[in-house]
């Protein structure tokens, strides 16, 4: 069975920094696409990055060069360094962990809020 467990999130000022991880559980763990999503009060799940069992990353345009996912392999924990935060990043962060396309495990989310 697939868990999907995040850590990290909290308050911060905007300007500031802060990291999530996420673990995961399971024998596909180490294959899967994992990533970060996000939702924002009364608005969709978007996406914020993902990254690659081989590195490749993708990034939403509004987190490009403030934002950074990595990834270690042999724990199947997945980053994600949010630098110079700002308001709008205020949101409920969702791991995820990709092992085929059309199959998605879902952590419970960590809250993440800037204030300014």
């Known amino acids: 069975q697939v868990q999907v467990v995040e850590s990290g999130g909290g308050l911060v000022q905007a300007g500031g920094s802060l990291r999530l991880s996420c673990t995961a559980s399971?024998?596909?763990?180490?294959?899967?696409?994992m990533g970060w999503y996000r939702q924002a009060p009364g608005k969709q799940r978007d996406l914020v990055a993902t990254?690659?069992?081989?590195?490749?990353?993708t990034y939403a345009d509004s987190v490009k060069g403030r934002f950074t996912i990595s990834r270690d392999n042999s724990k199947n924990t997945v980053y994600l360094q949010m630098n110079n935060v700002v308001a709008d990043d205020t949101a409920v962060y969702y791991c995820n962990l990709r092992p085929f396309i059309g199959v998605d495990f879902w952590g419970k989310g960590t809250l993440v809020t800037v204030s300014s």
């Open positions: 399971g024998s596909i763990a180490s294959r899967a696409t």
């Open positions: 990254i690659t069992r081989g590195g490749t990353t």
